[in-house]
């Protein structure tokens, strides 16, 4: 019976790793060990940043929207208070593009919901 080799297999894997690792510094661009360490840490961090971008995207709208807010003298949390119980349908990330982009707008919206 003749002998399975694996050398296409690990060919491949080793090609899939390396084209990842394109653009790596020094061996860790060419040598497959440290490529194959470095993607996947890479990798790791990758999947966690896609979680951590949710969280920092809302911490920047909240800043935002409080620096707009008090602009119109009114503390953060006592224009979301009000934004929710005069039912108003814009979210933080929708306040902070007025915030920024239409601030007379924004104006418009904190007197609306105004105390």
Known sequence: MTRARTSPTSHRRHKKILKLAKGYWGARSKDYRRAKETVMRAMAFSYRD???RKRDFRKLWIIRVRAAAMLNGL???R???ALSKGSVGLNRKIMAELAVHHPDIFAAVV???KP
């Open 50 to 52: 896609r979680k951590n």
């Open 75 to 77: 503390s953060y949390s």
């Open 79 to 81: 224009f979301i208070d």
């Open 111 to 113: 007197q609306k919901v």
